[in-house]
Every structure is written in C-alpha cells, then in structure tokens.
C-alpha cells in the first residue's frame, strides 16, 4: 500500500474535498477548533471555493476547501506548501473577504455569518516565537480578553513544530497533524490511525484509488512542490545569509578601523594598556602590532 502525500494540493482536496466522506473534514475542523457540544458541526455542504474579485483591480482566490454547516458557519480549510513572506496577511484578507463576500446590496447585517480559516504550513513557521504547533486567533477585548465578536476565526497550524512520533500519538490532533505530515512515507496503515476517521483518510489517500490520469497529475505536482521547496529553502535563508554578510562586512571593517588607530597609537608612543582601552582590542593582538611596528623600523 502506498499513500499519496496530503500536503500535495490534489491529494490535499481528495482528502478534505469528497462528497462521500465529509465525516473526514467535520472531524478535523471539530478537531482543531476544539468544538464540543453544541458548537461541533454535524454536517457540511462545500461552496464554490472560487472567490471572484468585486473589481478588476482586486485579487481573485481560489480557495482549497470551502465548507458551511447547518447554521451557516463558513470555514476554509488552506494548505500552504510554498513560503510566503506575508502568509498571515494572505489569511486575514482570505477571510475578511470571504465574510464581506456574503452580503448582496440591500441585505441586512444580521445575514452576516461567521468565517473561520484553518491555515496549514508545511515546511515554514508563521510565528517562530511562538513554541506550539497551532495557534486560534479571535478578536478579543484587549481588557478582559472577552470573545464578543465572533465573526472572524484563524487558526495557524504550523506543521514543521509538530515532532510526535507514530508511538507518542495521544489526542485526535495528534493523529491529524501526524496524518497530515507523515502518511505519505508510509507503506501501510499506522497502528493510531487504524480507528474510525482517521482509517478513513487513509483509504482516500490511497494511491490506488486514482485513476491513470490523476497519477500523472499527482507525480507532476510532487516533483513540482519538490522543486518549490528547494527554491523557497534557498529564498527563506538568502535574506538571513545577506544579513550575515552585511554583519561580517561591518564587522571586518570595525576591526580594520581598530588596528589602524592601533597602529597610529603605537607610532605616537603610547603605551599599549592605553591603546587597548580606545580601541577595545586584546593587548596580546597590540603587543603583536608594536613588534611588527618594530620589526619595520629596524628594517627601515
């Protein structure tokens, strides 16, 4: 049994996307939004996922997975595998959209719907401050941190923080993230993930159930987030490595400027304790300058 890689975008809507299996997707938004009682959603219906621009100035959004329950919560389910310097603002504008988007001319406020999105990285941290794997984002008062407002919901989960092992697997989000971030290394069913839901993802993620043509779809969409990911490895670490130079530049000409006071100093006789106050230099380092000083006297 081989498994296809959830992370990859046609694996990740055949997982989350199916008519047949929507107990999949309510299982892990109830997951991880930590809904119980009477907020777990029951059932879903998926939405046009194409998010038209109200101008042509404005971005058009293809979203990956977008659902609604009874009640007429929205949620959308994204799986971000390229970096992206403005990932959190990507997010916000998705769902500030997504909640404006729902009203015509005329319509009351009160049809206005609650929007939460799920944002899923793969390979880069949102908040590398932060020690968790998921963050949930309300809007709170700032006094008494009371959850008034509830129309807009993000959730970051950051794949690269979760590190559980298949052995270590406890909570359902374990067995999502753990699905998630590894099912497509495996060549059989993980003992925790055999169970309800969780078995049924990975029958969905079974290699086997596509057919010829979405292989071949499939294998061009690895090699290209292979490819991706390489280039954004090299993008993520360029702007740090840049900094580093910048550092070593300055660095090697604070230290250049050091010597050369140092030298002038030792020219104009003084004495080496004094030299190593000004230009914060070891005094073994200006001993070794006031000999070669000497040493091209004596040559001179």
């Given at each position: 049994?081989?498994f296809?890689?959830?992370?990859?975008?046609?694996?990740?809507?055949?997982?989350?996307?199916?008519?047949?299996?929507?107990?999949?997707?309510?299982?892990?938004?109830?997951?991880?939004?930590?809904?119980?009682?009477?907020?777990?959603?029951?059932?879903?219906?998926?939405?046009?996922?194409?998010?038209?621009?109200?101008?042509?100035?404005?971005?058009?959004?293809i979203?990956?997975?977008?659902?609604?329950?009874?009640?007429?919560?929205?949620?959308?389910?994204?799986?971000?595998?390229?970096?992206?310097?403005?990932?959190?603002?990507?997010?916000?504008?998705?769902?500030?959209?997504?909640?404006?988007?729902?009203l015509?001319?005329?319509?009351p406020?009160?049809?206005?719907?609650?929007?939460?999105?799920?944002?899923?990285?793969?390979?880069?941290?949102?908040?590398?401050?932060?020690?968790?794997?998921?963050?949930?984002?309300?809007?709170?008062?700032?006094?008494?941190?009371?959850?008034?407002?509830?129309?807009?919901?993000?959730?970051?989960?950051?794949?690269?923080?979760?590190?559980?092992?298949?052995?270590?697997l406890?909570?359902?989000?374990?067995?999502?993230?753990?699905?998630?971030?590894?099912?497509?290394?495996?060549?059989?069913?993980?003992?925790?993930?055999?169970?309800?839901?969780?078995?049924?993802?990975?029958?969905?993620?079974?290699?086997?159930?596509?057919s010829?043509?979405?292989q071949?779809?499939?294998?061009?969409?690895?090699?290209?987030?292979?490819?991706?990911?390489?280039?954004?490895?090299?993008?993520?670490?360029?702007?740090?490595?840049?900094?580093?130079?910048?550092?070593?530049?300055?660095?090697?000409?604070?230290?250049?400027?050091?010597?050369?006071?140092?030298?002038?100093?030792?020219?104009?006789?003084?004495?080496?304790?004094?030299?190593?106050?000004v230009?914060?230099?070891?005094?073994?380092?200006?001993?070794?300058?006031?000999?070669?000083?000497?040493?091209?006297?004596?040559?001179?």
């Amino acid at each position: 049994m081989k498994f296809l890689d959830p992370k990859i975008d046609l694996a990740f809507k055949k997982l989350f996307g199916s008519e047949d299996h929507k107990r999949v997707t309510i299982s892990f938004l109830n997951t991880m939004l930590e809904y119980t009682d009477d907020r777990r959603i029951e059932t879903i219906q998926f939405l046009n996922n194409e998010q038209l621009p109200v101008s042509a100035e404005k971005k058009e959004n293809i979203l990956d997975i977008f659902c609604t329950d009874r009640s007429g919560r929205k949620f959308i389910i994204e799986m971000q595998n390229a970096w992206m310097r403005a990932f959190g603002s990507r997010i916000v504008y998705y769902g500030a959209k997504t909640y404006t988007n729902q009203l015509g001319k005329a319509m009351p406020y009160d049809d206005l719907n609650p929007v939460t999105v799920v944002a899923i990285t793969k390979q880069f941290e949102v908040f590398p401050k932060k020690p968790s794997h998921k963050s949930i984002h309300y809007l709170v008062d700032s006094k008494t941190y009371e959850h008034d407002l509830d129309d807009l919901t993000f959730v970051f989960i950051e794949l690269p923080k979760f590190t559980k092992k298949e052995h270590e697997l406890v909570t359902n989000e374990d067995k999502w993230l753990f699905l998630l971030k590894e099912i497509g290394f495996y060549n059989h069913i993980p003992e925790p993930l055999k169970q309800a839901e969780f078995g049924e993802a990975c029958q969905l993620l079974n290699l086997i159930t596509l057919s010829d043509s979405e292989q071949s779809l499939y294998e061009r969409k690895l090699i290209e987030s292979q490819s991706r990911e390489t280039n954004d490895y090299l993008a993520m670490n360029a702007e740090e490595y840049a900094k580093k130079a910048l550092q070593k530049g300055i660095e090697k000409g604070s230290r250049e400027r050091q010597v050369e006071t140092a030298r002038k100093m030792l020219s104009k006789g003084f004495d080496v304790e004094t030299i190593a106050d000004v230009t914060s230099l070891p005094v073994d380092e200006i001993k070794k300058l006031k000999n070669q000083n000497y040493g091209t006297m004596a040559e001179f």
